[in-house]
T-cell receptor, first 113, second 115 residues
Framework: EPEVTQTPSHQVTQMGQEVILRCVPI?????FYWYRQILGQKVEFLVS????????KSEIFDDQFSVERPDGSNFTLKIRSTKLEDSAMYFC???????????FGNGTRLTVT | EDKVVQSPLSLVVHEGDTVTLNCSYE??????LLWYKQEKKAPTFLFML????IEKKSGRLSSILDKKELFSILNITATQTGDSAVYLC???????????????FGQGTILTVHP
């Protein structure tokens, strides 16, 4: 069964550094999302992406965040200047055009020191 | 703002027990409710419920929705150690396109099944 793949599985970075989290959504899906889960807290929506542009973003998704689909397969989340509070599990998700449920990747655990 | 509350927050049982997990929601213009299982990594989809009173079943797991009382339950019978996970309940907004994937999650129920 096709799946959403994310790399790396774990990323450690120093405060102030830039990180890029990578995702390969399922190939026939058209809608793409990033979510994050701070340890012990709820899974939270960050941003949705369709037709090569952001559709919606949450309050969390401020100017330090950006997303890109640089080619036909990859979908990236960039955090420009990481802060300690950005430490979390970041999940990529995608879904097909119908009202089907989201398929999540295994996540990237980001640790900012 | 949509709201999802799950209970209990954690549950410890022994293999063979039956468990019931609860999810209550407040949504403007309900569309569906989803259950996911999260075992350390990706939430994996279990059920999508749209209609009241119609049970969805998959093996030992089943779920039902009550749109009048605004809640859903997830039942697991004859639990096994492999059922140990966080069970998440989520609702989408009543909108199509990309908005349909903008899920509001509950805080999850941590289920631990001991041998």
């Amino acid at each position: 069964e096709p799946e959403v793949t994310q790399t790396p599985s774990h990323q450690v970075t120093q405060m102030g550094q830039e990180v890029i989290l990578r995702c390969v959504p399922i190939s026939n899906h058209l809608y793409f999302y990033w979510y994050r889960q701070i340890l012990g807290q709820k899974v939270e929506f960050l941003v949705s992406f369709y037709n090569n542009e952001i559709s919606e973003k949450s309050e969390i998704f401020d100017d330090q965040f950006s997303v890109e689909r640089p080619d036909g397969s990859n979908f990236t989340l960039k955090i420009r200047s990481t802060k300690l509070e950005d430490s979390a599990m970041y999940f990529c998700a995608s879904r097909p055009p119908s009202g089907s449920p989201l398929h999540f990747g295994n996540g990237t655990r980001l640790t900012v020191t | 703002e949509d709201k999802v509350v799950q209970s209990p927050l954690s549950l410890v049982v022994h293999e063979g027990d039956t468990v019931t997990l609860n999810c209550s929601y407040e949504v403007t213009n309900f569309r569906s409710l989803l259950w996911y299982k999260q075992e350390k990594k990706a939430p994996t989809f279990l059920f999508m419920l749209t209609s009241s009173g119609i049970e969805k079943k998959s093996g030992r797991l089943s779920s039902i929705l009550d749109k009048k009382e605004l809640f859903s339950i997830l039942n697991i019978t004859a639990t096994q150690t492999g059922d140990s996970a966080v069970y998440l309940c989520a609702v989408p907004p009543n909108a199509g396109g990309t908005s349909y994937g903008k899920l509001t999650f509950g805080q999850g129920t941590i289920l631990t099944v001991h041998p």
